[in-house]
């Protein structure tokens, strides 16, 4: 190859791909590779933000909201245009929409090598449903054929999701990473706050799935037994999620004993100031939570459920606590524990940040990436 390989990621959004991709995309600038992002533009600053690291920048008029087959074919077609323009070598495609969407447009325009990169199955991952279950197998069938084949490699963030698709997380073209990655220069570990109160954060999308209203529920009931506990939001609700928590609801929580709704969080390392424990109580279908690897990297105990992702990064006795999904009294009793145990609180700490270090973080990630990049092209790992 006398040019140097073209890797264009086609990601939703512009502030997903800056915290989650832009590392990668730098560290794959780094080892020769030409990189653009085709990603739907909200914030001039961000797009500098990517340009600065030597990434070009494509702007997407891609949809989340168009799901039907009339718009399917639509965005395959759009997406197949855009490759034959550009000519990728590999094609970096994020989530399973852009999979299946995204994907269809490479076969048809041809490219030769695709990434796709599953970073959480959401509801189809979360729903035990019998549509849930056949969405699974209809979405394991596309990749593990029309989409799969020898040029295709699949990402993930846990070694569950691969097997719910009927895919080998240990085979030969599947890679799990440790999420979006950590970096511990930038996200320092902080003193912890002194207790009590026991002060509990969850940073999330104020949807279903993160299970806030299981969190809400879980604080009244250690309230209720004497605890000294509060309970602090960080997000807001995604307006294209059919399950987002409304504005109202968000604010009727607020008004009870111990709760606060923050909105966004936009210096996140001033809610780890505030708080001693990272409370990711989600009910499945995540990747690995970035929330929960921020409150790690800043040593901060974890609670959390027994969901993919989430039980992959923490132990329970080790880094916190692990309870069953969906299940606020035992998120109570996690909760009534911490408040009365300082040291506890301070060990799970010191193991959540250790953990971090230990394979996840934006370097490592990086890495994994590159590697993944070289085989493909062929060129040493």
């Known amino acids: 190859m006398t040019r140097p390989p073209r890797l264009l990621f086609v990601v939703t959004e512009d ?14 600038r780094s080892a020769g590779f030409d990189v653009a992002v085709t990603v739907r533009l909200r914030d001039e600053a961000l797009r500098r933000r990517i340009e ?12 989340r909201g168009q799901f039907g087959p009339l718009a399917m074919v639509g965005h ?14 590999i094609v970096h495609l994020v989530s399973v929409r852009l999979i299946v969407l995204a994907g269809l447009g490479a076969l048809l ?44 490699h699949f990402v993930f963030e846990n070694r569950e999701d691969p097997a719910l698709l009927g895919l080998d997380p240990a085979g030969p073209r599947v890679t799990v990473v440790g999420g979006a990655g950590i970096d511990p220069e930038r996200e320092l570990a902080q003193p912890l706050p002194p207790m009590p109160p026991l002060r509990a954060a969850l940073v999330a999308r104020m949807v279903h799935s993160k ?11 250690a309230r209720a037994a004497g605890a000294p506990v509060e309970l602090s939001l960080f997000g807001v609700p995604d307006p294209e999620n059919p399950r987002a928590i409304p504005e109202e609801q968000l604010r009727r929580w ?23 424990v990272v409370l990711v109580p989600s009910r499945g279908g995540e990747g690995l939570p970035r929330a929960l690897l921020e409150g790690a990297a800043a040593a901060r105990a974890v609670l959390t459920t027994a969901t993919p992702g989430c039980a992959t990064f923490a132990r329970d006795g080790i880094e916190g ?5 969906e299940d606020p009294e035992a998120l109570a009793d996690a909760l009534v524990t911490l408040a009365y145990d300082p040291a506890l609180v301070e060990r799970f700490a010191g193991a959540a940040r250790a953990r971090v270090l230990d394979g996840f973080t934006t370097a490592r990630v990086a890495a994994d990436f590159v590697a993944v ?7 040493p790992r």
């Open 15 to 28: 502030w997903f791909f800056v915290s989650h991709f832009l590392s990668v995309a730098a560290a794959a």
């Open 321 to 325: 606590f692990v309870v069953p999904p």
């Open 52 to 63: 600065a690291e030597g990434v070009r920048v494509i702007p997407s008029a891609h949809e």
């Open 254 to 276: 607020s008004e009870e004993p111990g709760v606060a709704w923050h909105g966004h969080a936009g210096d996140i390392a001033a809610v780890w100031r505030r708080h001693h």
């Open 373 to 379: 990049y070289r085989g493909l092209v062929g060129a």
């Open 76 to 89: 395959a077609r759009a997406f197949a245009r855009l490759f034959r323009a550009e000519r990728p070598d």
């Open 211 to 221: 299970g806030v209203d299981v969190a809400v529920e879980a604080l009244r009931r």
């Open 109 to 152: 325009a041809g490219v030769p090598r695709r990434v796709q990169a599953v970073t959480g199955l959401g509801l189809l991952g979360a729903s035990r449903t019998v549509k849930a279950r056949l969405a699974r197998g209809a979405l394991g069938w596309l990749l593990r054929g029309p989409l799969g084949g020898r040029r295709a």
